[in-house]
């Protein structure tokens, strides 16, 4: 049975879905289930142009490692999908609201992700968030 674009997309929206509780609920194994092997996760405002945070699912599992040790609490809440002509394509609105270890402060940002989808899995997310907003929670008081 050929899935409509419309299933599709219902598809990978519950694909993000379900790796925002993994990451929430703190579960790599989990967050790693969603990711295709090939991964590329870029974040323009932390990065020099065309260099990824991670490329890769052993980078990306390093990256929730360090997610993990860098935040005491993890909570991301997904505010909205905004459907794509593409059915591959995942664009969500994020708010963040995570304790940094080692400052006790809240870091609460607000992103917006551009999530490429492939047979299942999560090939590419783009992340556009505010810089200023992390520096701040991980300086020392």
Known sequence: MTLTDADLREENF?????????????????CCACIAE???????AYREPG????????AMRDMYRGLMESFKTIDYTIERFIPALD???????????????ATGKYYRNRYLFLVGCRQGK????LEYSNPQIFREAHAAA
């Open 14 to 30: 519950a694909l993000y879905r379900r790796m925002t509780e993994a990451l929430n609920a703190r579960d790599i194994e989990g």
């Open 38 to 44: 090939d991964i590329v996760f870029e974040a323009p």
């Open 51 to 58: 260099v990824p945070v991670a490329a890769g699912a052993a």
């Open 122 to 125: 999560i090939a590419h997310i």
């Open 87 to 101: 059915p591959d394509l995942v664009i969500v609105e994020v708010a963040g609201n995570n304790l940094v270890a």
